[in-house]
């Protein structure tokens, strides 16, 4: 668990640098590109970058670089979870979607019976 706080830890020290540096102005081709590959699945936060150049009030700035960041760290690990739902483990779920499947086992069997017999 430690493991994982140092890595958003680390993650969060790296993109506040990278704000910095995109804000002053001091940012290579290769922050620019990071930038954009983090922010490209939200249009929020490349508006983001926009209107923080605009303030000049450090403080505020600090504040706004926090916000971004956590929004960026749940964008990134929203990415990381799998897709695949789990199946539900609730009896009544089960026990229903179960008696459904032999009905329609049962069903199917009767169809198949049946015309056999009558073809």
Do not use: C, F
Not at 29 to 36: I, M, N, Q, R, V
Not at 38 to 65: F, K, T, V, Y
Not at 89 to 107: F, H, M, Q
């Amino acid at each position: 668990m430690t493991e994982l706080k140092k890595s958003v830890a680390s993650e969060e020290a790296a993109t506040n640098e990278l704000l910095e540096r995109l804000l002053s102005g001091n940012a290579s081709e290769t922050d620019h590109a990071t930038w954009e590959k983090l922010s490209a699945d939200s249009p929020l936060l490349q508006d983001a970058l926009e209107g923080l150049r605009g303030i000049q009030d450090p403080e505020l700035i600090s504040s706004l670089q926090l916000q971004i960041n956590s929004r960026l760290l749940r964008n990134t690990s929203k990415k990381r979870r799998s897709k695949v739902q789990r199946i539900s483990t609730d009896p009544v779920i089960i026990t229903i979607t179960v008696v459904l499947l032999l009905l329609a086992a049962i069903s199917v069997y009767l169809l198949i019976s049946n015309g056999k017999n009558s073809g």
